[in-house]
């Protein structure tokens, strides 16, 4: 079982349709992370979850929102997305929001028709 | 403000070629830790290594090997040897106690493609 789990790996979507991106991670991790890697571009942090509780948005759009139902899982729900948010979606986790190294998942390919 | 720079946007090696991808750093923290990362085409980046602020030693660890001087705030990473397997995106990324808690500031990556 690899440590940070992502799906789907790929996603194609309409602006119109809903979709949720999914991340597990078994590592015993307290904290989550979202971040969006578009090309040509430096990673950015979306949001941050520790102990559950969301304690950063990096001033994302409300088309996206996220939900951490426990320690071990993170979802980002998708909702009328735009073109430029065609991009690749990572998740990673880490042991307390300190300076320990965050742990990646295979991300999510998301396409925007 | 935190700034981390990877100068380099792309680098192309033969194999057994040795290969020093830089990062040049910015942070007024005067306690901080700086990463690097290895993503390879598969997407999911790959935790190398962690330093902090207080420890300049460098660290050899098989063919890699980082050369961290904060006197010019640059924590360079060194390939020894560069295999196929080593083509992949790297990303230089700091962490600052005071401005950013666990944010991680990373750099734009540098593309190594190392040809056999």
């Known amino acids: 079982e690899t440590g940070v789990t992502q799906t789907p790996r790929h996603l194609v979507m309409g602006m119109t349709n809903k979709k949720s991106l999914k991340c597990e991670q078994h590592?015993?991790?307290?904290?989550m992370y979202w971040y969006k890697q578009s090309a040509k571009k430096p990673l950015e942090l979306m949001f941050v979850y520790s102990l559950e509780e969301r304690v950063e948005n990096n001033s994302v759009p409300s088309r996206f929102s996220p939900e951490c139902p426990n320690s071990s899982h993170l979802f980002l729900h998708l909702h009328t997305l735009q073109p430029e948010d065609s991009a690749l979606y990572l998740c990673?986790?880490?042991?307390?929001?300190?300076?320990?190294?965050?742990?990646f998942g295979d991300g999510t390919r998301l396409s925007i028709l | 403000a935190q700034k981390v720079t990877q100068a380099q946007t792309e680098i192309s090696v033969v194999e057994k070629e040795d290969v020093t991808l830089d990062c040049v750093y910015e942070?007024?923290?005067?306690?901080?830790?700086l990463f690097w990362y290895k993503q390879p085409p598969s997407g999911e980046l790959v935790f190398l290594i962690r330093r902090n602020s207080f420890d300049e030693q460098n660290e050899i660890s098989g063919r890699y090997s980082w050369n961290f001087q904060k006197s010019t705030s640059s924590f360079n990473f060194t390939i020894t040897a560069s295999q196929v397997v080593d083509s992949a995106v790297y990303f230089c990324?700091?962490?600052?106690?005071?401005?950013?808690?666990?944010?991680?500031?990373f750099g734009e990556g540098t593309q190594l493609t190392v040809n056999p």
């Open positions: 942070t007024r923290d005067t306690t901080y830790y």
């Open positions: 990324a700091l962490s600052g106690l005071m401005t950013s808690g666990s944010r991680l500031t």
């Open positions: 590592l015993g991790h307290n904290a």
């Open positions: 990673a986790s880490s042991q307390g929001r300190g300076f320990e190294p965050q742990h």
